[in-house]
């Protein structure tokens, strides 16, 4: 019988947001891997009596490997919890593939990642129509990862939508330089929230400008996250979803209520408006000079 290796996102912190899908894992595991820095301890009273538990917080991954080796000679299951949503910088990439390679049977069981609890707390909305419709995931670059080429905060930021900043508390001073130089107003909303579900969270709401001098104050460094963006301080607007005039498979658009809400939207608004001018035709550039400016 071969082994099994379930990789469980135990959330942000709080032991009530486990999924039922997480808590069956944990439950039926006879190997229990957590890491005491970033998980609750609450989470240990899903496993079974005398499953062995161990703690990661202090263990390479070179400590880590030697369980799932063990689990595949003697077909043991294993659940190793991370932090949060295990797709995000849970480092569980190498550890799937290993497990792949020893011939053990995989899962991964996803978590609410620390961004939607934080969110949540706040009582915010990140995708407000007509201010924001996406959120961008990220990271201060310069730090122990290496980030890939284009994928740095400032280029991010020039996207003006919500952005959600993990790993960079430590470096305030240049996470909030970097959301400036991007373009991002001084005045911009942003919601600094730490250990978020755990007894001792903290959130706090400052502007763009007075993000490094927040977290200094504070004497956050680690377990900090940032929601930033200009949904953070918009009310809410009314959504097509829930409008009588919007329909879908299993309800029907009320005529009037339609017409009104074809006749609000911004793309009949444009729909309406004059077409713009053809541009003149683009004149050749003299033989042996540049195609633009020098």
């Not at 080796?69 to 659940?79: D, H, K, P, Q």
């Not at 201060?140 to 890939?148: H, N, S």
Request: with cysteine; net charge neutral.
């Amino acid at each position: 019988m071969n082994g099994k290796v379930v990789f469980v996102g135990a959330g942000p912190g709080a032991a009530d947001l486990l999924t039922l899908r997480a808590v069956r894992a944990i439950a039926a595991a006879d190997v229990v891997v957590w890491a005491a820095s970033l998980v609750q301890e609450e989470v240990l009273g899903h496993a079974r009596p005398g499953a062995e538990i161990v703690d990661s917080s202090q263990l390479p991954m070179e400590g880590v490997v030697p369980l799932y080796e063990r689990a595949a000679r003697e077909g043991l299951t294993v659940a190793r919890i991370h932090s949060g949503d295990p797709a995000l910088w849970g480092a569980v990439q190498e550890q799937y593939d290993r497990c792949v390679e020893l011939g053990l049977d995989v899962e991964i069981v996803p978590g609410v990642s620390a961004f939607s609890a934080a969110a949540a707390a706040a009582g915010r909305e990140l995708t407000i129509p007509q201010v924001a419709q996406s959120v961008v995931l990220t990271r201060l670059e310069g730090g122990r990862t290496p980030m890939p080429p284009g994928e740095s905060v400032r280029e991010f930021a020039r996207h003006g939508t919500t952005m959600a900043l993990f790993l960079s508390a430590a470096r305030s001073g240049q996470l909030a330089a970097e959301l400036a130089a991007g373009g991002y107003p001084p005045d911009t909303p942003v919601i600094v929230a730490y250990r978020v579900t755990w007894p001792d969270e903290l959130l706090v709401r400052c502007p763009l400008a007075e993000l490094e001098e927040t977290v200094k104050r504070h004497r956050l460094w680690r377990h900090t996250l940032f929601l930033v963006g200009p949904a953070l301080g918009s009310g809410g607007t009314r959504s097509h979803l829930y409008h009588p005039g919007h329909f879908h498979t299993f309800r029907r658009a009320d005529r009037r209520a339609r017409a009104e809400l074809r006749s609000s939207s911004p793309s009949s608004a444009s729909a309406s408006a004059p077409a713009p001018a053809p541009a003149p035709a683009p004149v050749a550039a003299p033989a042996g000079m540049p195609d633009g400016p020098a």
